[in-house]
């Protein structure tokens, strides 16, 4: 998961952008393992959260970017949902 935002972070070019992404991760991965394994362990939420970056990857690869904005919002907001579903 870390590798796709990462490679779509690296494709933007934009080393700010980059930088945040890492230093994101570097803060959180020890959480987001701990979520992972808890909250997408089914194989639904697993297929889901592929589908979405397959979504996301089609619509950056045809430079689609509302289309592609749009997708990572629904990605973000499953991923948001989901986690809060554990409180």
Known sequence: DFNF?????????????IHIIETVHQLISSSLKFYREVVFTSFESQKKLLQQHIEIFKFIKEQKAESAELAMK??????????????
């Not at 629904?74 to 409180?87: D, G, P, Q, R």
């Open 5 to 17: 935002h990462m490679t779509i972070a690296t494709a933007t070019k934009n080393l700010i952008y």
């Open 74 to 87: 629904k990605h973000l907001e499953f991923v948001i949902k989901e986690y809060s579903n554990i409180s």
